[in-house]
């Protein structure tokens, strides 16, 4: 497993990269009263997440831009979650084969350590499952079954009656939380923390980010920068919708450098929590 170089806060010195972000402890941060909601994305030096095929309209990762080592620390922060907030999108890319499944902690030999860290610290071998959607319109992966988890849906007030009742007719719950069609951040944290989740892992994309920062609900942003410009005319970043104005104000708490991966190029990982105003 490589190493790292921890830069920020100084003074820098190396370290293991596996661990690195189990050390965080995030299943302690957050109580039912105020879960904790955390975020991964890696990125590239433009800002590129994904992009999309110009034939299909689908986002895709392009190459290069994602390595074992940010794998491996996405897959400590998840394995750190007692619930994971996906959305109906993940779903249909699972179930059109454009996205491995990977709602499942510990599961395959090299994770393996990650099944045995959630029981060393007192977590359910798996975690519960949030999908947000506007359509309610997904299958659900039989994975969720097969290894016992909890699955939620969230969606809005105006979304449609007999998906949530079809839904419901086949046992899962499904939760309001927002106007409209969309979910929104606050009543989505609440209704989780209400059902007793403390830790919020975020497996989903610019949407929910941005649906999380309007409403002042993410408590911490990691982000892997991979030192390589990607380019491309039809690029997926970040954050959607409208300028964030001041909810995006961001400070940096913590900085590693691996000079390597992925491909020669290098990349930060970096955490970052949010700057509320006042
Ligand atoms: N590099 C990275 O780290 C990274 C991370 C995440 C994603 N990505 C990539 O970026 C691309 C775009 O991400 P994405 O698929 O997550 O797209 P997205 O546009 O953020 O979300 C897609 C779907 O999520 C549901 N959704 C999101 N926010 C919602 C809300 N507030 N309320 C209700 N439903 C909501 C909607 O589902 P319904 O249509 O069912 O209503 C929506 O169609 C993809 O190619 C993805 O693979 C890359």
Redesign the pocket.
């Known amino acids: 497993m490589p190493r790292i170089l921890k830069l920020h806060p100084g003074p820098p010195r190396e370290l293991d990269l596996k661990g690195a972000y189990l050390a965080h402890r995030l299943h302690e941060l957050g109580t039912a009263q105020a879960p904790f909601v955390y975020a ?4 590239s030096l433009d800002g ?5 095929d110009p034939a299909t309209g ?4 392009p190459e290069g ?2 390595s074992g080592s940010d794998y491996r620390l ?1 897959l400590e922060l998840q394995a750190q979650a007692d619930c994971l907030i996906t ?7 699972i179930a059109d084969g ?2 491995d499944d990977i709602l499942q902690i510990g599961t395959r030999d090299f994770n393996r350590d990650l099944a045995q860290w959630r029981a060393d610290n007192g977590l359910a071998p798996q975690p519960a499952v949030l ?8 299958p659900i992966p039989d994975s969720l079954a097969r290894h016992g988890q909890r699955v939620i849906v ?3 007030d105006n979304a449609p009656a007999d998906r949530a009742a079809e839904l419901r007719g086949r046992g899962y719950e499904v939760v309001t939380a ?1 106007r409209g ?5 606050g009543p ?1 944290v609440r209704a989780l923390g209400g059902l007793g989740f403390r830790s919020l892992f975020m ?9 999380m920062l309007r409403d002042d609900a993410l408590s911490r942003l990691y982000v ?1 920068i991979a030192h390589r410009l990607i380019g491309g005319e039809s690029v ?1 970043t ?1 954050i ?1 919708g409208p300028e964030l104005g001041a909810k995006g104000r961001l400070r940096m708490e913590e900085l590693h450098y691996d000079s390597a991966a992925p491909d020669g190029c290098g990349q930060w990982f970096a955490r970052f929590e949010p700057l509320r105003e006042g």
Do not use: C, W
């Open positions: 991964n994305f890696v990125s590129r997440i994904a992009v999309r689908e986002g895709r990762m831009l994602t996405l959305h109906g999108g993940y779903l249909r890319a454009h996205l999908v947000a959607s506007g359509s309610l319109d997904f969230a969606t809005g927002g069609r969309a979910v929104e951040g989505l497996l989903s994309g610019p949407r929910m980010l941005e649906t892997t997926h970040l959607d």
